[in-house]
């Protein structure tokens, strides 16, 4: 009797050391995945990490963001493949940011005035032979060239207005016509004749 209970206490005390232990393990195992996510953040959270630094942020302020320090963001961004390709476009962002870039809203016009396709879009336009006589009056008329390309819907800078001059030539020698400068040299000849009187001859 006595070694029987003996035997189920000591079964007892088996199986509390068996349950402990696996306890123990359990909890460890728990903690070691913890660490672990803190160590290795999930795949979308490392992208956003390597966004914000590719945009121009800081290893600290990337870090201010996802809660950990600015040399655990590095550790992070240096195990990822394009970290390289990132810390370059940081870079050039930086350097941009600092050297002052154009505002969006002049870069957004420039590249809306001057795309290919804004380029074929008026050239387009403007070989229909209704545009082509308004522009032609416009410049024998004596206008400007900038104006002449405002008058098709483009900025009226220099390079508009050179692009929209040489355009003009092209078609006018396609068209057979005249060079609008001559004929707007010419046109200005009478007005200045009609405007001399006997008393400015005389006095000329």
């Excluded at 016009?109 to 380029?119: D, I």
């Excluded at 006018?172 to 009478?190: N, S």
Aim: aromatic fraction near 4%; hydrophobic fraction near 35%.
């Amino acid at each position: 009797m006595i070694q029987e209970h003996l035997t189920i206490r000591g079964f007892r005390t088996t199986m509390r050391r068996i349950v402990s232990a696996v306890v123990g393990e359990l909890r460890q195992i728990a903690q070691e995945d913890a660490h672990s996510g803190e160590r290795r953040p999930a795949r979308d959270r490392r992208i956003e990490m390597l966004n914000a630094y590719r945009q121009g942020a800081s290893l600290r302020a990337v870090g201010e963001q996802f809660g950990v320090s600015g040399s655990r963001v590095q550790q992070i961004l240096k195990s990822m493949p394009d970290y390289q390709a990132a810390r370059d476009a940081a870079r050039s962002h930086r350097r941009g940011a600092a050297a002052g870039a154009r505002p969006a809203q002049l870069h957004s016009l420039h590249r809306t005035s001057n795309s290919r396709e804004v380029r074929r879009s008026w050239k387009a336009a403007s070989d229909g032979e209704d545009v082509f006589e308004r522009l032609y009056r416009m410049r024998a008329a004596g206008k400007k060239w900038k104006d002449l390309a405002e008058a098709v819907g483009r900025p009226p800078d220099r390079s508009n207005a050179h692009s929209t001059m040489l355009h003009m030539k092209r078609q006018a020698k396609a068209k057979g016509r005249p060079w609008p400068i001559k004929q707007a040299h010419d046109a200005v000849q009478p007005s200045r004749a009609a405007g001399m009187t006997p008393e400015t001859d005389s006095a000329g």
